[in-house]
């Protein structure tokens, strides 16, 4: 077996094992999204009318984040009220534990909504029901009519995903990194195999021809294959990506920075293809 055909093998072998790598590490290397559930809001200054929207808009734009799964609100109630446990007037910690153990989810979020004078606040805790903890605390000021506090409810539902552990990179990495040595490796055979070959054409006996012939060959699959794998990780990559919403991520904080460091196999792709 001549060295190229090994070399051939032996990269088709590291390519695959590459592969299903890269499978087992996007299978076992994203954490659990932790499930959550949102006591309704104290209102102070509000009505029930107003508080139990601004509640529910807060929810909604939780489960825009994709990084909790939120428990519906007519589901908590049903589950609150058939253990006998009242909502109304729950606003300290230890009852959003008591009422998250009931719910049996791992994270509790509790706030509310009040006035100073023209000025609206807005706190919001996140809690760790498991631990008694609370994680992270959100704090809002605003001057203006009530619904303007709509968009304040979406920045911090925003603000709270970095303070939950979200979905992994490090498949990102490791299929950017691949691809860019398959980039590498496969543009190194493809300028081999055209010398092979411009070496097949001028061979002056069989022996060098038939061996210059096998050359050309060896190469023209090796780039083959690393053309399969940079497709392989790129498309790995757009479906993982899809995972991150970039649009709903707030300045200054990127779920994924290697998308923020030069999309590595963006210009993978471009230099194959």
Avoid: H
Avoid at 91 to 112: F, H, R
Avoid at 165 to 175: N, V
Avoid at 224 to 250: C, E, N, R
């Amino acid at each position: 077996m001549q060295p190229s055909t090994v070399f051939v093998r032996m990269f088709l072998i590291l390519s695959i094992s590459f592969l299903i790598f890269n499978s087992f590490l996007s299978a076992q290397d994203n954490p659990k999204i932790p499930q959550v559930a949102v006591l309704t809001f104290d209102g102070r200054g509000l009505t029930s009318i107003e508080t139990w929207p601004l509640t529910d808009r807060f929810r909604g734009e939780l489960v825009k984040t994709r990084a909790f799964v939120v428990l519906e609100r007519q589901l908590m109630e049903s589950i609150l009220k058939e253990q006998g446990f009242q909502q109304t007037g729950c606003t300290s910690t230890e009852c959003a534990i008591q009422a998250g153990k009931i719910l049996n989810v791992q994270k509790m979020i509790a706030g509310s909504i009040g006035k100073v004078g023209s000025t609206w606040t807005v706190d919001v805790s996140l809690i760790d029901v498991e631990t008694s903890r609370i994680e992270q605390s959100f704090n809002r000021n605003f001057k203006g009519a009530v619904d303007g506090l709509l968009p304040i409810l979406k920045e911090i539902a925003i603000e709270m995903m970095p303070a939950v552990e979200g979905i992994s990179e490090t498949p990102l990495y490791i299929s950017g990194f691949a691809a860019l040595a398959s980039v590498g490796v496969g543009t190194f055979s493809f300028f081999k195999a055209e010398d092979s070959y411009d070496k097949y054409k001028a061979a002056t006996t069989a022996n060098k021809a038939n061996g210059f012939k096998e050359d050309t060959k060896s190469f023209d699959q090796i780039t083959t294959i690393s053309t399969i794998v940079v497709g392989t990780s790129a498309l790995f990559y757009f479906i993982y990506k899809k995972f991150y919403d970039d649009s709903k991520i707030p300045p200054g904080y990127m779920a994924s920075p290697y998308i923020k460091k030069g999309d590595t196999i963006g210009l993978a792709v471009t230099i194959q293809f």
